[in-house]
C-alpha cells in the first residue's frame, strides 16, 4: 500500500511498526459549535483510511480527541475563548455547549457512514497527565514561565520545522493568525502548555495545577492522549492541512523532547474543501453543515459520494449544484445496485468468485492502495455494474465488499429516492399555495413560499404555472 507522507514530503510504502495492530491518531473536533462540511470532508477520508487499512488486512487501533477546552485563538490572549462564546450565545453553560455538539458530531458521522474511533477522548478528562507531562517537560528544561504561563520553548528543539519544512520566516508569515506577537514569548513560535492568565476573568473551565489554576494549552491534548492511548510510538496521525505548521509542528515538538524518541511513521494530511469566499470556517456566522444539506433535501450519503469522487489531496470546491449533480448520479447507482439485486437470485450461490470477479476485486483493491484513490475505486465499481462476464449474484458480492469501504449504503433499501421525495413534497407545498390564493388567503401563501425559500426551493410564478428550483 502506498501512501502520501507530509513530513518526507514522497509517497511511501506503507510499512506499520507492528504488522498485528496499526495504530492511527485522528485529530477530532472543536465542540463550541457544529461541524462543517470540511472538517466532514477530512473525517470521511480518515474514515476511507482506516477502512481500506482493514480491508487490506491490518488490525487497526484509531484514537480520536474531542477538544471540548474552550481555547483562544491564539497564545496572545486576544482571541477568544471559543467554548464561552458559544455559550454565551445560546445561553448554556460551555458544559453544555461541549456536550450538545459532540453529540451533534456523533449524529453527523453517524449519517455519512464514519466509523468512530476506537476511542474517543475527551480533552478535559485528562488534565492531571498534562500536569504530568508538563512537569517531564520542565524537568527535561524545554520549558519556561512567563507572565504566569508555561511556555515551550522551540529552540530547545532540532529541526522544529521538520513538518512543514518551512523555514522559520515563512512559518512567521503562514501561521500569523494562530501565533500573534506576545511580548511575553523568547520566540514567536514558542507556545503554551498551561495558562495560569488570561485577559478572560470569567475563563469558566479551570483547574489546579503546580503553576496555578488554569487550563492546558492547545496542542498538548493530542499529544497526551496518544500518549495514553497508543504508546510512545504510532504509525499515521492524521488531521488537515492546516495543522501542517502550527498544530502539529507543536505536537511533534513537545511529544519527541517528552519521550526522545522519533513519534509519528507517517503524517497524513487531507487537502481543504472550500467555498465560493476561499477556506470554510466556524467563525463566519453561517456555514455549511450537514443538517443545511438535508433541509435542502439531499441525502448526507450523497455528500460522501461527492466527496469520495475527490482525491484526498486536492482541494475541492463545495456548491450545492455540485452536491446536486453527485445526488443524481448517486441515486442512479443506488437503483442500479438495487435492480442488479432483484435478478440476482439467491446470493447463498455464490460458493467462491469467479476469475473475472477476482480481478475485479484486485483493481479495485489497488486504486485505494495507490494513496487512496476512491475516485478510481469508484469506476470499477461502476465498472462491475455494467461487467457483461460476470453474473448478478457475484456482482453483488462485489458490491458488499466494496461497500466495507466505500459505506454508500448501497446494499440498503432504504432511502432511495430522495429527490422523488422532496419532488412530492414540493408540488403539494405549490398546490396549498395555489389553493391559498385562490381562496385569497395571500398570508398563508407567503408563508408557504418563505418555507420552502428556508429549504433552499425557490418559486417562480410563470404563465404556464409555478417552476420551482433549488437554490444554494
Ligand atoms: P476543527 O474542529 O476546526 O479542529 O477541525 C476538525 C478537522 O477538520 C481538522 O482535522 C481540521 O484540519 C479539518 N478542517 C478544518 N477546516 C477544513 C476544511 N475547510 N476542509 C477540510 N478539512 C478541514
Ligand atoms: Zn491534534
Redesign the pocket.
Known amino acids: 500500500m502506498k501512501l502520501y507522507n507530509t513530513i518526507s514530503r514522497a509517497i511511501e510504502i506503507f510499512n506499520p511498526i507492528d504488522e498485528n495492530l496499526v495504530k492511527i491518531y485522528t485529530?477530532?473536533?472543536?465542540v463550541y459549535n457544529y461541524?462543517?462540511l470540511?472538517?466532514l470532508?477530512?473525517y470521511i477520508h480518515e474514515d476511507i483510511l482506516e477502512k481500506t487499512l482493514r480491508y487490506v488486512g491490518y488490525p487497526v487501533k484509531r484514537v480520536m480527541n474531542i477538544?471540548d477546552v474552550g481555547h483562544l485563538e491564539s497564545d496572545a490572549d486576544d482571541g477568544e475563548d471559543k467554548m464561552l462564546k458559544g455559550a454565551k450565545r445560546e445561553n448554556k453553560t460551555v458544559w453544555e455547549i461541549a456536550q450538545h455538539y459532540t453529540d451533534a458530531f456523533f449524529t453527523d458521522i453517524e449519517k455519512l457512514n464514519i466509523k468512530k474511533a476506537d476511542i474517543t477522548a475527551r480533552a478535559t478528562d485528562y488534565i492531571d497527565d498534562y500536569i504530568e507531562f508538563i512537569k517531564g517537560l520542565e524537568k527535561k528544561g524545554f520549558t519556561y514561565i512567563a507572565n504566569g504561563n508555561v511556555y515551550f520553548d522551540i529552540t530547545k528543539v532540532e529541526n522544529y520545522t521538520k513538518l512543514s519544512g518551512m523555514d522559520i520566516e515563512q512559518l512567521r508569515t503562514a501561521s500569523r493568525e494562530d501565533v500573534s506577537v506576545d511580548v511575553h514569548k523568547k520566540n514567536p513560535q514558542d507556545f503554551v502548555l498551561w495558562f495560569t492568565k488570561s485577559k478572560f476573568e470569567n475563563q469558566a473551565m479551570k483547574w489546579d495545577s503546580p503553576w496555578g489554576v488554569g487550563y492546558p494549552g492547545w496542542h498538548i491534548e493530542c499529544s497526551v492522549i496518544s500518549l495514553k492511548n497508543l504508546g510512545e510510538q504510532m504509525d499515521i496521525h492524521c488531521?488537515?492541512?492546516?495543522?501542517i505548521p502550527v498544530h502539529h509542528t507543536n505536537e511533534i515538538a513537545q511529544t519527541e523532547s517528552y519521550t526522545g524518541k522519533p513519534w509519528v511513521k507517517y503524517w497524513w494530511h487531507?487537502?481543504?474543501?472550500?467555498d465560493q469566499d476561499g477556506?470554510?470556517s466556524?467563525s463566519k456566522g453561517e456555514f455549511l453543515t450537514l443538517s443545511l444539506v438535508e433541509k435542502k433535501g439531499f441525502n448526507p450519503l450523497a455528500y460522501r459520494y461527492y466527496v469520495l469522487n475527490s482525491h484526498y489531496r486536492k482541494q475541492l470546491a463545495f456548491s450545492f449544484d455540485s452536491l446536486d449533480s453527485a445526488e443524481n448520479a448517486y441515486i442512479k447507482l443506488k437503483n442500479r445496485v438495487k435492480n442488479i439485486k432483484e435478478n440476482a437470485g439467491d446470493l447463498q450461490e455464490v460458493k467462491e468468485l469467479s476469475p473475472a470477479s477476482k480481478s475485479y476485486r484486485e483493481e479495485f483493491k489497488a486504486c485505494l492502495e495507490d494513496d487512496l484513490n476512491t475516485a478510481n475505486a469508484i469506476t470499477v465499481l461502476f465498472n462491475v455494474l455494467k461487467a457483461d462476464d460476470i453474473q448478478n449474484a457475484e456482482k453483488i458480492k462485489l458490491v458488499e465488499d466494496f461497500e466495507q469501504v466505500l459505506s454508500l449504503g448501497l446494499m440498503k433499501d432504504d432511502e432511495t429516492e430522495i429527490h422523488d421525495d422532496l419532488a412530492g413534497y414540493v408540488e403539494e407545498m405549490i398546490q396549498k399555495r395555489q389553493d391559498a390564493k385562490k381562496n385569497k388567503d395571500y398570508q398563508l401563501a407567503d408563508a408557504i413560499r418563505a418555507e420552502l425559500l428556508e429549504k433552499g426551493i425557490a418559486l417562480e410564478d410563470t404563465r404556464q404555472g409555478v417552476n420551482w428550483k433549488r437554490i444554494n
Open positions: 485529530c477530532g473536533p472543536t461541524a462543517h470540511g472538517n470532508r477530512t477538544t488531521g488537515g492541512v492546516d495543522h487531507s487537502e481543504f474543501l472550500i477556506k470554510m466556524k
